[in-house]
Structures are given as structure tokens and as C-alpha cells.
């Protein structure tokens, strides 16, 4: 009988690195064939958040070969002359995949905004379209934090056919589409929320947890059964200003059989999902 070993740490920077030399690598490859992937990235605004993020994007385009096209609006920019644009990056045969960085201005409708975005060009994989797409199984784009999730998940070789996840929160971005992805991997799923009446009692039962709804400790150690896979969606500060989770780390680490940090866990698979999802996209394109 082999002994249950707890605290393993699953790496999602190591993990991002080695997708990305492979984006890389299937990058050269269309290139050799004439075709370069192209990401727009449109940021609205001076939101401080959203031009990290787009930073980061844009960086890791370069790093992988992708080609970024950077757009940076006012954030009086009317709502008309955004779905203007991104109908025009729609037509654009060299732009693969489009992303308006959120949030937007309070004038802009983001649902108009998301919904205008060709589902063949949804890379963030937040239109209704797409969600319909991960809903049936059908080809198409998986939102990025989940699909980094999933890939997490794989990654420990546990297989979850059979398995008990619990998703906490139900969020169109992650909560969500995240319970159809381990669906569709065979687990049998529960999702909690805000109105589920004692959170604990579920996951105590569970094999693996996925916390994601922007809250410190959702989930401690007294709600882990141990040797369950967590993976930590979250991303929120200490009072002291330290980045941390929705996971009580230290307690549940003592516990799961394997965890995702925060930070270096889920963070880093997300704009390497968007990668992948962009180089799809251009893949398709060249067939």
C-alpha cells in the first residue's frame, strides 16, 4: 500500500513555461508556412490593474513569437466607435484573436462589447457562443483561467473519472465554465455559492476543490478531507499587502495531496492558455 503524501506544490510557472516553448515551437512552424499569429489587445481607460495585465500579455506574445497589436483608448471613447473597431479587427485576416481588456468604462456595455467579438476570434473565450461551446463539448475556445486549471489538474496525473469536484463560485468567467470542463473529464460535479447553506459539508466530501471567488479563507483546513487536489483561483492581499488566495494555504497544505500557490499556481496559466487559444486560432485559419 503506498503512503498518501500531502502539500505537493503544483507549479503553474514551470508548468507555463513548458506550454509556452511548445506555443513557441508551433509558432515557427506557421511562420514557416507564411502565417504569423496575431492578438489584438484593446485596453479602454487608465485603470492601473488593466494596464499590468496588458503588459503582461503583451510581453508574453513576444517572448512566444505571437504577433500583439496594441490599441490603448481614452476612456471617453464612445461605445459606437469601440464596436466599430472591433468589427474592423473582425475583417482583419492577419488578427486571430481579439481582447478587450476589462473592466470597461461605465458608458460601455461589456456584454455589447464581448458579444461583438467574432467567435472565431474569441480567444477569451467569454461570448455566449463560446460558452455554448464549452457547454456541448464542441470545438472552440475555453476561457483562459479554467483551461489553465484544467491543465493544472492534468498535470498531477490523477485521473477524475469518478471523482467528487466542488467548485466554489459560479462566476461566466471561471466557476462556470470550469464545472463543464471537469464535467466533461468525467467528475461529478458540485457547485457552491454565496447562497449554499454550509459550503464545508461539501467539500469535505470532495476529491478535488477549485476555490474561486476573490475572497481570503473560503476554504480552511477543518473543510479539506485529506489527499484532495485544491487548486486557488484567488487573488486578493493581506492586510499587510501580501498577494494571497481564496485558500488558506497554510492549514489545507498540511492536507490536500496537491496545491496550487498563490502566487505561481493558477496566475501564470492564464495568459498562457490565451496564447494558446490565439495560436488555435491561427492554426485553423491556415488550414
Given amino acids: 500500500?503506498?503512503?498518501?503524501?500531502?502539500?505537493?506544490?503544483?507549479?503553474?510557472?514551470?508548468?507555463?513555461?513548458?506550454?509556452?516553448?511548445?506555443?513557441?515551437?508551433?509558432?515557427?512552424?506557421?511562420?514557416?508556412?507564411?502565417?504569423?499569429?496575431?492578438?489584438?489587445?484593446?485596453?479602454?481607460?487608465?485603470?492601473?490593474?488593466?494596464?499590468?495585465?496588458?503588459?503582461?500579455?503583451?510581453?508574453?506574445?513576444?517572448?512566444?513569437?505571437?504577433?500583439?497589436?496594441?490599441?490603448?483608448?481614452?476612456?471617453?471613447?464612445?461605445?459606437?466607435?469601440?464596436?466599430?473597431?472591433?468589427?474592423?479587427?473582425?475583417?482583419d485576416p492577419t488578427v486571430h484573436g481579439i481582447l478587450v481588456q476589462m473592466p470597461l468604462p461605465k458608458h460601455i456595455d461589456p456584454h455589447k462589447v464581448i458579444e461583438a467579438i467574432s467567435v472565431s476570434k474569441d480567444v477569451d473565450g467569454y461570448a455566449t457562443l463560446s460558452a455554448g461551446q464549452v457547454m456541448t463539448g464542441a470545438p472552440g475556445f475555453r476561457p483562459c483561467t479554467p483551461y489553465g486549471c484544467m491543465k493544472l489538474i492534468e498535470s498531477t496525473g490523477i485521473n477524475l473519472?469518478?471523482?467528487?469536484?466542488?467548485?466554489?463560485?459560479?462566476?461566466?468567467?471561471?466557476?462556470?465554465?470550469?464545472?463543464?470542463?471537469?464535467?466533461?473529464?468525467?467528475?461529478?460535479?458540485?457547485?457552491?455559492?454565496?447562497?449554499?447553506?454550509?459550503?464545508?459539508?461539501?467539500?469535505?466530501?470532495?476529491?478535488?476543490?477549485?476555490?474561486?471567488?476573490?475572497?481570503?479563507?473560503?476554504?480552511?483546513?477543518?473543510?479539506?478531507?485529506?489527499?484532495?487536489?485544491?487548486?486557488d483561483v484567488g487573488m486578493n492581499r493581506t492586510p499587510e499587502g501580501k498577494l494571497c488566495g481564496d485558500v488558506d494555504f497554510a492549514g489545507v497544505s498540511k492536507l490536500a495531496s496537491h496545491i496550487t500557490p498563490v502566487p505561481g499556481g493558477v496566475g501564470p496559466m492564464t495568459i498562457t492558455m490565451l496564447l494558446v487559444n490565439t495560436l488555435e486560432a491561427a492554426e485553423r485559419c491556415a488550414t
Avoid: W
Fill in 1 to 91: 500500500m503506498t503512503q498518501q503524501t500531502f502539500g505537493q506544490i503544483i507549479d503553474g510557472v514551470a508548468l507555463s513555461a513548458q506550454l509556452r516553448r511548445e506555443v513557441a515551437t508551433r509558432v515557427l512552424a506557421l511562420q514557416a508556412r507564411g502565417v504569423t499569429p496575431g492578438l489584438a489587445v484593446i485596453l479602454v481607460g487608465e485603470d492601473p490593474g488593466s494596464a499590468v495585465y496588458v503588459r503582461n500579455k503583451i510581453k508574453a506574445c513576444a517572448d512566444t513569437g505571437v504577433r500583439s497589436v496594441f490599441e490603448k483608448y481614452e476612456a471617453t471613447l464612445p461605445e459606437a466607435d469601440l464596436l466599430a473597431r472591433i468589427a474592423s479587427l473582425n475583417a
Fill in 161 to 231: 473519472r469518478g471523482k467528487h469536484a466542488v467548485v466554489i463560485g459560479r462566476s461566466n468567467t471561471v466557476g462556470k465554465p470550469m464545472a463543464l470542463m471537469l464535467l466533461q473529464a468525467n467528475a461529478t460535479v458540485t457547485v457552491c455559492h454565496s447562497a449554499t447553506a454550509d459550503i464545508g459539508h461539501h467539500t469535505r466530501q470532495a476529491d478535488l476543490i477549485v476555490a474561486a471567488v476573490g475572497k481570503r479563507n473560503v476554504l480552511t483546513a477543518d473543510m479539506v478531507k485529506p489527499g484532495a487536489i485544491v487548486i
